[in-house]
């Protein structure tokens, strides 16, 4: 069972930019994706990225955020740019089910979150 943990989330004004980290225990195959969560709200996929380095992002944040994995650390970051206080959510890491980014689907392994917040 890989272990996943995202760090790197804050307060930040809009317009800003952060940039998350997630960090596995162990090496992972398989499609990798950020999603996040507002109270209240729908988690949603936000981008995902596949062993390859094939991404696919969500259109609200598409042309802004940018998603990569680095297979040799264990690791996958995503850079976030032009930061709107709709971003604003808990950001998760997960492994896919697959190794398909495009048509990601979430496996049961997730990290503990991080939160991004977004003032206006």
């Known amino acids: 069972q890989v272990q996943l943990v995202e760090s790197g989330g804050g307060l930040v004004q809009t317009g800003g930019s952060l940039r998350l980290s997630c960090a596995a225990s162990?090496?992972?195959?398989?499609?990798l994706g950020w999603y996040r969560q507002a109270p209240g709200k729908q988690r949603e996929l936000v981008a995902a990225?596949?062993?390859?380095?094939?991404?696919n992002y969500a259109d609200s944040v598409k042309g802004r955020f940018t998603i990569s994995r680095d297979n040799a650390k264990n690791t996958m970051s995503l850079q976030m740019n032009s930061l709107k206080p709709e971003d604003t959510a808990v950001y998760y890491c997960?492994?896919?089910?697959?190794?398909?980014?495009?048509?990601?689907?979430?496996?049961?392994?997730w990290g503990q979150g991080t939160q991004v917040t977004v003032s206006s």
């Open positions: 162990g090496r992972v195959f398989a499609a």
């Open positions: 997960n492994i896919g089910l697959t190794g398909n980014a495009f048509n990601y689907i979430p496996g049961g392994n």
């Open positions: 990225v596949s062993y390859g380095g094939n991404t």
